[in-house]
């Protein structure tokens, strides 16, 4: 039916990304990128094994399905799932004694650093260069000028900037 594995791929992946989605929305140890690249293996060895040459894409989209989450249910099984309160292998030192006391600030730190890139990742070009300008300290007037904008402009800018702030400060644990 498909020529080449990239025709498959492209017609499929939607599909197939839709899939690995829901199933890691049960399984929240895998990554979806995870559960899709497994899922583009199986769909490579079934492809130049010849399996595929007659399935619908229906056909393929619920064999991927399935085998996705025989995946699952075989990797879930062979996990070894420790407490952070017992003792590792005869040692006398806990998981939890490794852990720093100031861990929930680190991941508070990660988790504002993040999502500071993500608001940042999210400006435009002209947004990003009215930011660093006005974070050297440039006026409204003094920024426009340097654009050649109006200050007008820039007004709306900095309005549209700080929308996508908005959900950085009200974030938990935001400081200025």
Known sequence: M?????????KLSPGLR??????????TFFNDDDLFQEALAHLWMAF??????D??????LQGCYFYLKNYIRTTADKAALTSLNEFP?????????????NSQNIAKE???????????????????EVLKLAYDGLTVREIGKRLNISHVMV????????????PLKDSPGYQN
């Open 2 to 10: 498909y020529k080449n594995f990239e025709e498959m791929l492209k």
């Open 18 to 27: 839709g899939i690995t989605h829901k199933l890691n929305g049960h399984f």
């Open 48 to 53: 130049t094994g010849g399996d595929l040459s």
């Open 55 to 60: 399935k619908t894409d229906s056909y393929i």
């Open 89 to 101: 292998e005869n040692d006398s030192v806990s998981l939890e004694d490794l852990i720093p006391d």
């Open 110 to 128: 990660i988790d504002e650093k993040l999502l500071r890139e993500s608001v940042v990742e999210s400006l435009d070009t002209r947004e990003r």
């Open 155 to 166: 007004v709306k800018i900095r309005s549209r900037i700080k929308g996508k702030i908005k």
